[in-house]
């Protein structure tokens, strides 16, 4: 799938996921974003980075899922990582109260840029549950298929024998909670839930919460090596 650029994917996910790119629904979305194309609008991210965070997290290193809403809609913002920019690019909002609640909860303080690379290549799949947006409008590709894609993908993660840490974060993620066989539930993985970081919300549950802390606490009791969230200075690639 793609309507432009090469779709970079990691070959742990292809085979898995084969069916889905094959249903009648993903050929309707794929029309749908070349209409769109074909009417002058701009696509963020990039088609070669619709599947970014698949391709920089195989799912055999997946230990924590991030769930996001769809990607950053201004230029030069979104390169498929949820809540992440490209180097260079001002953190935006909901990311400045990421990192303000990773001090509070780690004692890390913020890096001076917003590119989260360094987290998806320790396994920490930054996925959003849609994947495309128009410039300038916010939620405009909801409903056209995308979700279903990513329930998928939740439901293939949530599937593995091993210990995993989901980080459902505002009620749009949190729809995908059904998927997952969480501890609570008597299942294995750890299932976090918290408002979303946007500052209408941030201080609804999201500040406070401590995830980044209980998600290396249960790696790290289930034998797993523990996230590094500290994110370098000098932003990866």
Same mark, same amino acid.
């Given at each position: 799938?793609?309507? #432009?650029?090469?779709?970079?994917?990691?070959?742990?996910?292809?085979?898995?996921?084969?069916?889905?790119?094959?249903?009648?629904?993903?050929? !309707?979305?794929?029309?749908?974003?070349?209409?769109?194309?074909?009417?002058?609008?701009?696509?963020?991210? $990039?088609?070669?980075?619709?599947?970014?965070?698949?391709?920089?997290?195989?799912?055999?290193?997946?230990?924590?899922?991030?769930?996001?809403?769809?990607?950053?809609?201004?230029?030069?913002?979104?390169?498929?990582?949820?809540?992440?920019?490209?180097?260079?690019?001002?953190?935006?909002?909901?990311?400045?109260?990421?990192?303000?609640?990773?001090?509070?909860?780690?004692?890390?303080?913020?890096?001076?840029?917003?590119?989260?690379?360094?987290?998806?290549?320790?396994?920490?799949?930054? /996925?959003?549950?849609?994947?495309?947006?128009?410039?300038?409008?916010? $939620?405009?590709?909801?409903?056209?298929?995308?979700?279903?894609?990513?329930?998928?993908?939740?439901?293939?993660?949530? !599937?593995?024998?091993?210990?995993?840490?989901?980080? /459902?974060?505002?009620?749009?993620?949190?729809?995908?909670?059904?998927?997952?066989?969480?501890?609570?539930?008597?299942?294995?993985?750890?299932?976090?839930?918290?408002?979303?970081?946007?500052?209408?919300? !941030?201080?609804?549950?999201?500040?406070?919460?401590?995830?980044?802390?209980?998600?290396?606490?249960?790696?790290?009791?289930? #034998?797993?090596?523990?996230?590094?969230?500290?994110?370098?200075? !000098?932003?990866?690639?």
């Amino acid at each position: 799938m793609g309507t #432009g650029g090469t779709v970079k994917l990691d070959e742990s996910w292809r085979a898995p996921l084969a069916d889905e790119f094959e249903q009648p629904y993903m050929a !309707a979305l794929k029309q749908f974003l070349i209409d769109e194309r074909a009417a002058g609008k701009r696509i963020f991210p $990039a088609g070669s980075e619709w599947f970014r965070a698949l391709d920089l997290t195989p799912l055999e290193d997946v230990r924590v899922v991030i769930l996001g809403q769809d990607p950053y809609h201004g230029p030069g913002q979104a390169h498929g990582l949820c809540f992440s920019v490209r180097p260079g690019v001002r953190p935006p909002p909901s990311l400045v109260n990421i990192y303000k609640e990773m001090r509070s909860d780690l004692g890390i303080e913020p890096p001076g840029h917003g590119h989260l690379e360094h987290w998806a290549r320790q396994g920490v799949l930054l /996925l959003n549950s849609v994947l495309t947006v128009e410039m300038a409008r916010a $939620a405009s590709h909801r409903g056209r298929g995308w979700e279903r894609f990513t329930d998928a993908i939740v439901r293939l993660v949530a !599937a593995q024998e091993r210990p995993i840490v989901f980080m /459902l974060w505002g009620s749009y993620a949190q729809k995908k909670a059904g998927f997952i066989p969480s501890v609570e539930r008597g299942g294995r993985h750890l299932m976090l839930k918290a408002a979303h970081p946007s500052p209408l919300s !941030a201080h609804s549950g999201f500040f406070g919460c401590g995830h980044f802390s209980k998600a290396n606490a249960f790696l790290a009791q289930h #034998g797993r090596t523990p996230i590094d969230w500290t994110l370098p200075e !000098a932003a990866d690639g």
